[in-house]
């Protein structure tokens, strides 16, 4: 740690120079050179120290290149292997035409690997690259190596780029709060610009704030303190606030096909959950298939399986209507009974196909990653299925608005008789509504391969929450099921950090409960003669 310290003050003092052209000494670089190739460790640590001191322009290039093993020194020469296999020379950075003989990789041992971390921790603050910079000032941070202060002060002297001099600011100031010794006043200045920095790192570097500082310190740091606990408080808000909007839409599209089942058909579909799986598995059987021969389309994989997925939990659907549904209407319980049964024979079939073990569906690249705003993550997954069930729920509007079967199913829906007599065939408005249901649940499968496990037991995690939001929205309801699974989503989501996630679900069906015997029809309960008698 002692070679460490010394040389982040070598690092100061290359700093200095730096600022200095025409300092530098020609010498000294010549002789760490000649160290380099010496193969001794306690030459390779003198030959860092030298190239730091005389503010080597290749310093950087060649330490990071040490480290990674690409350093190749031996018969007077001292060459940098580039990843992509070009030789450099080391001197100058540039481009030799071949390798020179007689070349072997400079060897490391913990104490030179110990001195390459210290010296590209310091580097990292005058790196060209303004990322780079920002990258080594959170390093220091927090690292608060007080023997970084003269770097710091230099860097910040010369910096231009305004996301970096913050960066560097900030990291001089974590350093400033914690030395005792400097002056109150850049103290106070340092609390202040942690204040404006306003996350978890500011915070827990103003509490490591010594016990035992002025009282004109102490206020400085409860007032910074506070501050940044209420800036933090409304950050936390706005991420659950997102994660209910999350959960909301994966709740829509759970939900929306059962809602539109269940309002046209009455029929209570315990199998629901497991169209949802199929839809899941579908997305999984895709992407074995380009996997291993098309593996150039991975990235459209997900576009692939959305319409084969609506097509596979649709036909089944289908085939649960026409075998089994349309023998018990009017009979609800030995319906619920049947569906439960189908929805119990289908986990088992998938189980004997596929196994009980959880299967793996990828994210492609466009899904992958998340992006910051303050202190806010939104994941792309998250927010590629929002827009995707916003996507479904306007196509079935359009369908339920636009089309002759969204019409005829609006007029089942509201009189069935009537509808029967003026000449629309109800059974095939059935089976066409209980395929369409089924396939939207096979889309919610798509969407949920991405952020759940794919397994027989997918769909059950989402029965009892869709028939909430069915009940809770009103039946039939399409834009009562959006508000619904929204609402419900973001009070899920604002209750778990107090409630936890057990008792906030439990808070939430009794208030379902509560609501339900107020307005037994739900939110939006749907107009006609038949639905109102």
């Given at each position: 740690?002692?070679?460490?310290?010394?040389?982040?003050?070598?690092?100061?003092?290359?700093?200095?120079?730096?600022?200095?052209?025409?300092?530098?000494?020609?010498?000294?670089?010549?002789?760490?050179?000649?160290?380099?190739?010496?193969?001794?460790?306690?030459?390779?640590?003198?030959?860092?120290?030298?190239?730091?001191?005389?503010?080597?322009?290749?310093?950087?290039?060649?330490?990071?290149?040490?480290?990674?093993?690409?350093?190749?020194?031996?018969?007077?020469?001292?060459?940098?292997?580039?990843?992509?296999?070009?030789?450099?020379?080391?001197?100058?950075?540039?481009?030799?035409?071949?390798?020179?003989?007689?070349?072997?990789?400079?060897?490391?041992?913990?104490?030179?690997?110990?001195?390459?971390?210290?010296?590209?921790?310091?580097?990292?603050?005058?790196?060209?690259?303004?990322?780079?910079?920002?990258?080594?000032?959170?390093?220091?941070?927090?690292?608060?190596?007080?023997?970084?202060?003269?770097?710091?002060?230099?860097?910040?002297?010369?910096?231009?780029?305004?996301?970096?001099?913050?960066?560097?600011?900030?990291?001089?100031?974590?350093?400033?709060?914690?030395?005792?010794?400097?002056?109150?006043?850049?103290?106070?200045?340092?609390?202040?610009?942690?204040?404006?920095?306003?996350?978890?790192?500011?915070?827990?570097?103003?509490?490591?704030?010594?016990?035992?500082?002025?009282?004109?310190?102490?206020?400085?740091?409860?007032?910074?303190?506070?501050?940044?606990?209420?800036?933090?408080?409304?950050?936390?808000?706005?991420?659950?606030?997102?994660?209910?909007?999350?959960?909301?839409?994966?709740?829509?599209?759970?939900?929306?096909?059962?809602?539109?089942?269940?309002?046209?058909?009455?029929?209570?579909?315990?199998?629901?959950?497991?169209?949802?799986?199929?839809?899941?598995?579908?997305?999984?059987?895709?992407?074995?298939?380009?996997?291993?021969?098309?593996?150039?389309?991975?990235?459209?994989?997900?576009?692939?399986?959305?319409?084969?997925?609506?097509?596979?939990?649709?036909?089944?659907?289908?085939?649960?209507?026409?075998?089994?549904?349309?023998?018990?209407?009017?009979?609800?319980?030995?319906?619920?009974?049947?569906?439960?049964?189908?929805?119990?024979?289908?986990?088992?079939?998938?189980?004997?196909?596929?196994?009980?073990?959880?299967?793996?569906v990828g994210a492609p690249n466009f899904m992958s990653g998340a992006v910051e705003i303050g202190q806010l993550a939104i994941t792309w997954n998250r927010l590629w299925i929002i827009v995707f069930a916003g996507l479904v729920f306007a196509a079935l509007l359009a369908i339920l608005k636009l089309t002759p079967i969204g019409l005829q199913m609006r007029a089942v829906t509201q009189n069935r008789r009537m509808a029967s007599a003026m000449g629309i065939r109800t059974g095939r408005v059935d089976a066409l509504t209980f395929g369409l249901g089924s396939g939207v649940a096979g889309l919610a499968g798509v969407a949920l391969s991405q952020i759940d496990n794919v397994s027989p037991n997918?769909?059950?995690?989402?029965?009892?929450?869709?028939?909430?939001?069915?009940?809770?929205?009103?039946?039939?309801?399409?834009?009562?099921?959006?508000?619904?699974?929204?609402?419900?989503?973001?009070?899920?989501?604002?209750?778990?950090?107090?409630?936890?996630?057990?008792?906030?679900?439990?808070?939430?069906?009794?208030?379902?409960?509560?609501?339900?015997?107020?307005?037994?029809?739900?939110?939006?309960?749907?107009?006609?003669?038949?639905?109102?008698?």
């Amino acid at each position: 740690m002692r070679i460490v310290s010394c040389l982040l003050r070598m690092i100061a003092l290359a700093t200095l120079l730096a600022l200095q052209p025409g300092v530098a000494s020609a010498q000294g670089a010549d002789e760490a050179f000649t160290r380099l190739g010496a193969d001794s460790f306690s030459d390779t640590n003198r030959a860092i120290e030298l190239l730091i001191v005389n503010a080597h322009p290749q310093a950087a290039a060649i330490i990071e290149a040490l480290a990674a093993g690409r350093l190749l020194a031996g018969a007077g020469a001292v060459v940098i292997k580039t990843t992509d296999g070009k030789i450099l020379d080391a001197r100058t950075g540039s481009a030799l035409a071949a390798e020179p003989a007689g070349l072997a990789p400079v060897r490391l041992n913990n104490g030179v690997r110990r001195t390459i971390q210290g010296a590209l921790g310091g580097l990292g603050l005058l790196n060209p690259d303004p990322a780079k910079r920002i990258s080594a000032a959170e390093a220091v941070f927090k690292s608060r190596d007080v023997a970084l202060l003269p770097v710091l002060e230099g860097a910040i002297a010369k910096e231009t780029d305004a996301k970096a001099k913050a960066a560097l600011r900030q990291a001089q100031a974590a350093i400033l709060v914690a030395k005792s010794d400097a002056p109150p006043f850049d103290r106070i200045a340092a609390i202040d610009v942690l204040r404006e920095r306003g996350d978890q790192d500011a915070l827990a570097t103003l509490r490591s704030l010594p016990a035992d500082s002025s009282p004109a310190l102490k206020e400085a740091q409860g007032r910074a303190v506070s501050a940044i606990e209420g800036k933090l408080a409304l950050w936390r808000a706005g991420q659950n606030l997102w994660y209910g909007l999350s959960l909301g839409s994966v709740l829509l599209l759970a939900a929306i096909g059962l809602a539109i089942t269940f309002g046209v058909m009455g029929v209570i579909n315990m199998a629901h959950g497991e169209m949802v799986m199929l839809g899941a598995y579908t997305t999984f059987i895709v992407q074995e298939v380009i996997r291993t021969r098309f593996p150039g389309l991975f990235d459209y994989s997900l576009l692939i399986a959305v319409p084969l997925a609506f097509m596979v939990a649709g036909l089944v659907g289908i085939a649960i209507e026409r075998g089994v549904i349309r023998f018990l209407y009017g009979r609800p319980l030995e319906t619920l009974l049947a569906t439960w049964g189908i929805s119990l024979i289908l986990q088992q079939a998938v189980r004997t196909a596929f196994g009980p073990t959880n299967r793996e569906v990828g994210a492609p690249n466009f899904m992958s990653g998340a992006v910051e705003i303050g202190q806010l993550a939104i994941t792309w997954n998250r927010l590629w299925i929002i827009v995707f069930a916003g996507l479904v729920f306007a196509a079935l509007l359009a369908i339920l608005k636009l089309t002759p079967i969204g019409l005829q199913m609006r007029a089942v829906t509201q009189n069935r008789r009537m509808a029967s007599a003026m000449g629309i065939r109800t059974g095939r408005v059935d089976a066409l509504t209980f395929g369409l249901g089924s396939g939207v649940a096979g889309l919610a499968g798509v969407a949920l391969s991405q952020i759940d496990n794919v397994s027989p037991n997918l769909g059950q995690s989402y029965i009892i929450d869709s028939f909430m939001v069915v009940v809770f929205g009103g039946v039939g309801n399409l834009w009562g099921t959006l508000i619904s699974a929204m609402t419900l989503g973001v009070a899920n989501k604002l209750l778990e950090p107090y409630a936890g996630a057990v008792l906030g679900k439990i808070a939430l069906l009794v208030f379902i409960i509560l609501f339900i015997q107020k307005r037994p029809r739900g939110l939006f309960a749907l107009k006609g003669r038949a639905v109102e008698a």
